[in-house]
């Protein structure tokens, strides 16, 4: 079960007008990713299989991401479970030389390309996504027409201005009976904000903090589930804070 991936290695973009094209964030494995993929196949993976098959459903599970990127997290979810996944971007320009300009959504389909023959089937689909675009969304929706068991998404909290794109994506995708999976690192306590904008969107978090060890930093998974009632709540850390919790 091995996947390729390729990212770009440089730090410092290519001289340029500041702009989006300098952002190369998209064309990079972010080391969240790699933890998020641990926990859902020792985690994750085996409650989703536990509730299809206590349904009767014996159908491929199927994982719709959010921010692929270079597709790390969801080529992992493929490769290890036998999911359907749809991989999603919003395809940003990017300039890699002087003469030479890309997007993050081609990187992330020749990426799939790369492991189509380890995969085959079960290589993943990849389809445009802006958080928040009623036409893209309306198109996944069109096409992927049942509901999706799992949606899930490796460092999405770092920039509070996408939180109110990104909850109306997760509004649009998270039906009653799926799960969404977030992983990121503590970056600031803007983060609060995400989680105030869940629960008066009508979702449920239940979010588990995990204490880094040597230059890992501390990060945290996030399940995400339509609330039958009763409002959410999230208390993210503080400094010198030991004791992390989430109910609703």
């Known amino acids: 079960r091995e996947v390729r991936v390729r990212q770009h290695f440089m730090d410092v973009p290519v001289p340029q007008a500041r702009r989006r094209a300098a952002d190369l964030t998209g064309l990079k494995v972010w080391p969240c990713s790699l933890r998020l993929l641990h926990h859902y196949e020792s985690d994750v993976l085996p ?6 098959r206590a349904s009767g459903d014996d159908a491929p599970l199927r994982v719709l991401e959010l921010g ?23 395809g940003v320009a990017v300039n890699l030389a002087a003469d030479y300009s890309s997007n993050t959504l081609d990187w992330l389909a020749a990426n ?20 928040g675009d009623e036409a893209h969304t309306a198109a996944l929706l069109a096409e992927f027409a049942s509901p999706f068991d799992l949606v899930v998404g490796a460092e999405l909290l770092y920039d509070p201005d996408q939180y109110p794109a990104l909850l109306r994506a997760l509004d649009a995708f998270v039906a009653g009976g799926t799960l969404a999976l977030l992983g990121f690192t503590h970056r600031h306590e803007g983060e609060r904000r995400f989680f105030e904008g869940a629960a008066a969107a009508g979702f449920r978090t239940a979010t588990q903090w995990r ?16 609330a039958a009632g009763g409002a959410a709540w999230s208390r993210l850390p503080r400094g010198g804070e030991e004791e992390e919790r989430t109910r609703t």
């Open 211 to 226: 204490e880094g060890e040597g230059a890992v930093p501390r990060w945290a998974t996030v399940e995400i589930e339509r």
């Open 112 to 131: 799939v390309a790369d492991n189509e023959a380890a995969l085959r089937e079960r290589a993943p689909a990849v389809r445009r996504l802006v958080w």
């Open 68 to 90: 692929s990127g270079v597709g790390a997290l969801g080529l992992g979810i493929a490769a290890v479970g036998g999911a359907r996944v749809v991989l999603t971007d919003p």
């Open 47 to 52: 409650r989703l299989l536990q509730r299809r």
